[in-house]
T-cell receptor, first 113, second 114 residues
Framework: DVKVTQSSRYLVKRTGEKVFLECVQD?????MFWYRQDPGLGLRLIYF???????EKGDIPEGYSVSREKKERFSLILESASTNQTSMYLC????????????FGPGTRLLVL | DQQVKQNSPSLSVQEGRISILNCDYT??????FLWYKKYPAEGPTFLIS?????DKNEDGRFTVFLNKSAKHLSLHIVPSQPGDSAVYFC?????????????FGTGTRLKVLA
């Protein structure tokens, strides 16, 4: 069974803090993704990775970075959290590109005060 | 510019009746479409997909219809059940080009009334 886990369900941080969101998949998927979901805006892609140590910017990468040191793990880093980064963060993975379903983790709701 | 639009932010339906969720897109290169269901405080779960070579795909109570000329797809749930109450996202991609990218709609919140 497909499984994507995220390290925290809820997180409260202060402005300026460095924040790490972790995602792990156990399906040996090549590709991993980070999205954020905001009301009225749907899901927007922040970064994705198609292989270990490989990353590509999505639609809204500003203020974020990522790390993929192992195939199963993809981390999203907020270098200096800001209030406009308060959001639901969703990690996903897929076996390959093209006609492939993406499988999502449960999400991390981040509040930046 | 929103390439995938779900113009109804919410929908209420009586239990046992049909729920119809709609999605419009603008990019004629999209050839793969998916519906995801999302409960509060959970990640989206894949529901059903359709490629552009088909105009209909069924899976149990869920059917997706694709009208390529109108650039429109719809998800039908028959019969609707209270457990179907969730936010539904449609997503589209240019799967044939091997792209990584899904474009998601803004979601429709479905409420099924018992």
């Amino acid at each position: 069974d497909v499984k994507v886990t995220q390290s925290s369900r809820y997180l409260v941080k202060r402005t300026g803090e460095k924040v790490f969101l972790e995602c792990v998949q156990d399906m040996d998927h090549e590709n991993m993704f980070w999205y954020r979901q905001d009301p009225g805006l749907g899901l927007r892609l922040i970064y994705f990775s198609y292989d270990v140590k490989m990353k590509e910017k999505g639609d809204i990468p500003e203020g974020y970075s990522v790390s993929r040191e192992k195939k199963e793990r993809f981390s999203l880093i907020l270098e200096s959290a800001s209030t406009n980064q308060t959001s639901m963060y969703l990690c996903a993975s897929s076996l390959s590109f093209g006609w492939e379903t993406q499988y999502f983790g449960p999400g991390t709701r981040l509040l930046v005060l | 510019d929103q390439q995938v639009k779900q113009n109804s932010p919410s929908l209420s339906v009586q239990e046992g009746r049909i729920s119809i969720l709609n999605c419009d897109y603008t990019n004629s290169m999209f050839d793969y479409f998916l519906w995801y269901k999302k409960y509060p405080a959970e990640g989206p779960t894949f529901l059903i997909s359709i490629s552009s070579i088909k105009d209909k795909n069924e899976d149990g109570r869920f059917t997706v219809f694709l009208n390529k000329s109108a650039k429109h797809l719809s998800l039908h749930i028959v019969p609707s059940q209270p457990g179907d109450s969730a936010v539904y996202f449609c997503a589209a991609s240019e799967g044939g080009s091997g792209t990584y990218k899904y474009i998601f709609g803004t979601g429709t919140r479905l409420k099924v009334l018992a």
